[in-house]
C-alpha cells in the first residue's frame, strides 16, 4: 500500500509563513499529479494547489502569489509553502496523490494524507 503522511501545520499570526511536506512511501512506481485541499470548519474541501510530474503547477485565486507548491520527485514528496497568511486560511490542509504502484497497473489510484492544522490568528 501507499502511505502520505504531511508534517509542518501549526500556529502562525497573520502576515507570517509555513511550510508543509508530504512524504509518500510504500509500493510506489511512478507518482502523477500531486496536490493540496484544505477543508474548514462548515466549509467544503477546496482545491490550494497542484502539480502535475512535468511540475506544472495550478492556484485557485485565493491563494494565487501567496502559495507555492512544489516537489522533489525522487523523495516522493511534495511541499506547499505558504506566504502571507491570513485567518481565512485557517483549515486542515490535506495531501493528495496519483500512484502507479507497479508498471503493470494503466491507472493511478489516489491517496490522501491524514491531514495537518494550519491556524493562523493573532
Known amino acids: 500500500q501507499v502511505q502520505l503522511v504531511e508534517s509542518g501545520g501549526g500556529l502562525v499570526q497573520p502576515g507570517g509563513s509555513l511550510r508543509l511536506t508530504c512524504a509518500a512511501s510504500?509500493?510506489?512506481?511512478?507518482?502523477?499529479?500531486m496536490g493540496w485541499y484544505r477543508q474548514a470548519p462548515g466549509k467544503q474541501c477546496e482545491l490550494v494547489a497542484v502539480?502535475?510530474?512535468?511540475?506544472?503547477?495550478d492556484y485557485p485565486d485565493s491563494v494565487k502569489g501567496r502559495f507555492t507548491i512544489s516537489r522533489d520527485n525522487a523523495k516522493n514528496t511534495v511541499y506547499l509553502q505558504m506566504n502571507s497568511l491570513k485567518p481565512e486560511d485557517t483549515a486542515v490542509y490535506y495531501c493528495?496523490?496519483?500512484?502507479?504502484?507497479?508498471?503493470?497497473?494503466?491507472?493511478?489510484?489516489?491517496?490522501w494524507g491524514q491531514g495537518t492544522q494550519v491556524t493562523v490568528s493573532p
Open positions: 493528495n496523490a496519483e500512484v502507479l504502484r507497479t508498471m503493470k497497473e494503466k491507472w493511478p489510484y489516489e491517496y
Open positions: 510504500g509500493s510506489i512506481f511512478s507518482i502523477y499529479a
Open positions: 502539480i502535475s510530474n512535468g511540475r506544472s503547477t
